[in-house]
């Protein structure tokens, strides 16, 4: 059985990689480590990167990559998923391979907490952290029209534990560590990548970096909530170029090794405990829902 550490980084790929790239640094705060001429690799924080962004004519995440734990290599990996039949390559310092969902994932080495990378952040010194960027990456999120495929994959291959369930068959929480979820997956009918989220330190943050993306042009179909599922307060900005969205959160559920898996029901308190379930447009990427849902061209109920 393979065991992972956290989650690595997440690629999304846009057409336009200087205008994301841009973006990622002004609009969310993330710092570019470094550039080649068709990748953008970026950080919140002392991590080497969080982000990458690579330029396509066929914008949408392609991968999600997980640190593996300390006592597993990437051959120990490739024998793993030799064993359970799955294809995958081996790049340098990756295993790749897709879910049966064709969402890539990739597996990485773990990244040894020595040196100054054993102090908490705010005891070490930076020349090129931007102010008020998110603290960490945190999850990611997929729509799926096949969750107990997906569910069984991401346990038995991939190597998560499943948190929580949501009713019989709406949606399933995953974690690696005390996280409440790492990976989650909703059951809409249609496999889509949904969102990539973000660690943020309080309400004060999102407050903060909402105000700040509002005055870029970037809007919120969903949020500020309060999941019941994870406890997490979020909002969800609009992400066009990447078809999907960024999920900025903070408070998060923190589970420990005596956690049992809970069935939350299907309803509007375990989605937002504050108030409303989410438009119809929250599941939907097309130009005339992104575009109706910018300009407020219709009520969120059409
Ligand atoms: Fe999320």
Redesign the pocket.
Known sequence: MIKLHDIDHVALGVEDLDASAHSWQVEFGLAERERTPTESFLACNYEPYSLVLRRTNNPGAIHTAYNLDPEFSLADAEKHLKDHGVLYTRSENAVEFLDPEGNGVHLVPYRPRDGANAFPVTSRRTDSLRQAGPRRLG?V?YLTADLPTMVDFYTTVVGQEVTDYLGDDAGVFLRIGGDH?VN?FVNTGTPHFH?V?FDLIDFGQIRSSFDHLAQHGRWFPWGPVRHGI?G?L?GYVRLPEAECFV?L?CDMEQIDRTHLPRTFPDDRRSSNVWGMLPPRSYFRFDKETVDAERESLRSIWD
Do not use: I, M, Q, R
């Open positions: 999850h999120n979820h989650a969102h989220a994870g997490n979020a999920e959160y």
